[in-house]
């Protein structure tokens, strides 16, 4: 048995670039989680005082650890390099610009230890924070459980799985579009299934303008999304999903019965 597997609880990744006004919120979020055993908060070359923010967590809470970034390489690269550093079975991903509800990983994790042929389980997400104007037009709810079941913090995904699946996805055109967070969820979705747990919003989702989130439910909305960005990003995203279901082929109950 390996040392990954004999620690219980959930390593919690935080990928961080100039977030020091919201960081503190969702580290306050993850220390509240009995099940958050450990929180690496990877700092992605920020040139605030995200660094520091961390840096003082970590001297609160020993469960708080910073990672930095040789230089900025965007969120897909975060997460990959915090998943190194992870020293439990159970992966969880937060932005720094979110916030866990309370009990949240406790029930994610119960989910996945009843049920270990699951590889992932993800929260419904709270968008309440967004504009009005987004939260307003009529398929707004159908867009936010699309969403729910695709961006970052949501994802709570046994590590052995996240590892086998390659991680995040980092070609450019995820860098350049966003993404990569699709492509992994249609790849869990596609080899694993993924439950999603839906009796009550597990994480609040905050607005942040210029965001892909925030462009997504603006496009949804009404707003064109230029052809060359779509058709890049979907093929990109198709591209990922081939490469995962051909490494995985015939490997994925043996995966999940390692995590």
């Known amino acids: 048995m390996s040392l990954v597997s004999q620690n219980p609880g959930v390593s919690v990744i935080i990928p961080c670039f100039n977030s020091a006004k919201t960081l503190a919120r969702a580290l306050d979020s993850c220390l509240l989680q009995t099940e958050a055993a450990q929180i690496i908060v990877v700092d992605d070359g920020s040139q605030d005082a995200s660094a520091a923010v961390a840096k003082f967590y970590?001297?609160?809470?020993?469960r708080v650890e910073l990672v930095q970034m040789p230089e900025n390489g965007g969120p897909a690269r975060a997460r990959n390099r915090?998943?190194?550093f992870a020293a439990h079975s159970i992966l969880a991903f937060?932005?720094?610009?979110?916030?866990y509800q309370p009990g949240a990983l406790a029930t994610a994790a119960l989910y996945l230890r009843n049920t270990p042929r699951q590889a992932a389980v993800r929260f419904s997400a709270d968008f309440s924070d967004f504009p009005a104007?987004?939260?307003a037009f009529p398929d707004f709810?159908?867009?936010?459980?699309?969403?729910?079941?695709?961006?970052a913090s949501t994802l709570v995904i046994q590590r052995a799985t996240f590892l086998a699946l390659g991680g995040f996805p980092t070609d450019?055109?995820?860098?350049?579009?966003?993404?990569?967070?699709s492509a992994l969820s249609n790849a869990i979705i596609d080899i694993y299934g993924c439950y999603r747990l839906e009796a009550r919003k597990g994480v609040r989702v905050n607005y942040h303008p210029g965001s892909?989130?925030?462009l997504y439910f603006s496009r949804a909305g009404g707003a064109e999304t230029p052809f060359d960005e779509h058709w890049a990003t979907t093929e990109a995203i198709q591209q990922f999903v081939a490469r995962a279901r051909t490494a995985m082929s015939g490997t994925a109950e043996s995966i999940v019965d390692r995590a």
Do not use: P, Q, W
Request: proline share 0%; aromatic share 4%; glycine share 8%.
């Open 212 to 214: 892909h989130v925030a």
């Open 172 to 181: 450019e055109v995820f860098r350049r579009y966003g993404g990569e967070d």
């Open 133 to 135: 104007d987004l939260r």
């Open 82 to 84: 915090g998943a190194n």
């Open 94 to 99: 937060l932005d720094a610009d979110d916030e």
């Open 141 to 151: 709810e159908r867009h936010a459980d699309i969403m729910s079941d695709t961006v």
């Open 58 to 62: 970590s001297l609160k809470d020993r």
